[in-house]
């Protein structure tokens, strides 16, 4: 059973070290911090690295503890959060060192890159991951490793409005409100209240803002320059799809972001009902879920959209 031998690789392991993938969101976030809380419960002393960490998640339990470096580089054990592909992993050096690595995950477009791989694509946040394996390591889910975990589930279903979301998400929504965890004021940090820059960024893009193919499908964009006139901070363009998906006939919102190596764009795509933006985001090497995708493009500004136009077009 693939949880006995994570249990017996953590105990082995006298140093570890919890990672997730770039430009982390919430859940990454939360499931590193999840997952540091538990080893410190289990007798270990692990490191967590996040290269960027955003200012918005700052308030969430163990977020004091993460370093953007270490100077080991040869880790017993190498935990890989919420990341679906190597490429994609931040820190992964420290990976690709270790001893033994472990992928824990719910992207269907999961590439098993691990030692050993826990992967379940049903579930609708890689914290919701988590609640199972602690209840197998017999933890407690205490207010810090509660408050982790759904910071994880409330980001990635978009405040429990996804379709991915299971009974199970609501039980243990639940079982937090009966031991007193304040989930509203949760639910109103990591949801509800937008950076100062954020909201700049959301006037930007929303004036960019195209309706396309008979009003199914979204394109609008940043670049670098907006991020330098807006202070923008890492984290701050979280959440700006899902403003095209909310528009009633939209199937498709496309929303691109120029990388820090200016030829190339981030596209981030949300669906409603039908495409399946995983498959699209899959053929230029990205990945997701059939709801919610992304991936790296080369080329303009004007280049990369007709090539994501063009596969979309071909899915509606
Ligand atoms: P985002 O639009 O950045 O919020 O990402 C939506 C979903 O797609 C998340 O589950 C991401 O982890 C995943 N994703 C985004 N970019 C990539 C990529 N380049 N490769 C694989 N998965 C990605
Ligand atoms: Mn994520
Ligand atoms: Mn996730």
Do not use: W
């Not at 100077?71 to 690709?96: N, Q, T």
């Not at 004021?185 to 937008?194: A, D, F, G, H």
């Amino acid at each position: 059973m693939t949880l006995d031998t994570i249990v017996e690789e953590i105990q082995k392991a006298n140093s570890i070290v919890l990672l997730a993938h770039e430009s982390p969101d919430g859940d990454a976030i939360g499931s590193v911090l999840a997952m540091g809380i538990a080893l410190e419960n289990m007798g270990k002393k692990p490191d967590r690295i996040i290269k960027e960490y955003p200012r918005r998640f700052a308030f969430l339990p163990g977020a004091d503890k993460v370093k953007e470096a270490s100077d080991i580089e040869k880790y017993d054990l190498a935990i890989a959060l919420d990341c679906s592909d190597l490429r994609r992993l931040d820190g992964k050096e420290y990976f690709e060192n270790a001893r033994k690595t472990i992928v824990i995950d719910h992207h269907s477009t999961n590439t098993m890159y691990g030692d050993i791989n826990f992967v379940n694509p049903v579930a609708p946040a890689c914290c919701e991951i988590l609640i199972g394996i602690f209840t197998y390591f017999e933890l407690e889910i205490n207010h810090d490793l509660g408050t982790c975990i759904l910071t994880g589930i409330i980001t990635d279903t978009g405040g429990f409005k996804y379709q991915g979301v299971t009974p199970e998400t609501f039980e243990f929504t639940a079982e937090l409100l009966r031991k007193g965890i304040n989930v509203s004021e949760i639910y109103e940090k990591v949801l509800e209240t937008r950076t100062k820059s954020n909201f700049e960024l959301m006037k930007r893009i929303l004036n960019r803002m195209e309706v396309l193919e008979d009003g199914k499908v979204t394109f609008t964009y940043m670049t670098n320059q907006d991020v330098k006139e807006v202070n923008a901070e890492p984290g701050d363009h979280e959440g700006l799809v899902e403003i095209g998906r909310g528009i009633e006939g939209v199937e498709v919102s496309i929303f691109i972001r120029q990388d820090e190596d200016e030829s190339k764009y981030k596209i981030s795509m949300r669906s409603n009902n039908n495409v399946n933006v995983s498959k699209i985001c899959y053929l230029f090497g990205g990945g997701g879920h059939p709801r919610a995708a992304g991936c790296l493009i080369q080329g303009t500004l004007e280049q990369v959209k007709d090539k994501i136009l063009s596969e979309v077009k071909k899915a509606l």
